[in-house]
């Protein structure tokens, strides 16, 4: 049986729902506000506990993964991201997730060739493109004494 293109395509269209765009938008900006103003309460938390500037921002960027990578861990993460869609993205928390979940999805893989080697699958390309760019940024600063 042999289906020609637009047969294909309509058939796909008509299995797949049209999603909701602007509920989407509203949620993942939604959720992406949320996640920043609980970055803010712990910044604040920490800067009224007395620590200095540096503590903070990393006190802060510490508990936010911390809790990213514990809410992977027992399955909430996940959903919370299917009502939030992009707005689990925030850099911070969606950095974490993108660890956390390949390392436990092949842990019975065992502890270096699973967890070890799978946990950077997704958030790799990001290490290493960023330490690329940041390199290529500090090197046409330098050449053009931008500091």
Known sequence: ?????????????KASPNSPKLL??????LFGGLICLLGQIIMTLL???GLSEK?????????LIILTAILTGIG??????RHAGAGTI?????????????????????LILGTA???FTIA???IVYGVASSFIYGLIIFIFKLY
Do not use: R, W
Request: hydrophobic residues 45%; negative net charge.
């Open 47 to 49: 800067e009224n506990a």
């Open 117 to 119: 080697a799978q946990m």
């Open 24 to 29: 989407n938008c509203l949620k993942a900006f």
């Open 55 to 63: 503590a903070v921002l990393a006190g802060t960027s510490s508990i």
């Open 124 to 126: 790799g390309p990001v």
């Open 1 to 13: 049986m042999s289906i020609s293109k637009d047969e294909y395509s309509k058939m796909t269209d």
């Open 90 to 110: 925030v850099p911070i928390t969606g950095f974490a997730n993108s660890v956390v979940s390949p390392a436990l999805e092949f842990q019975h893989e065992g």
């Open 76 to 81: 909430v993460f996940d959903k919370i991201a």
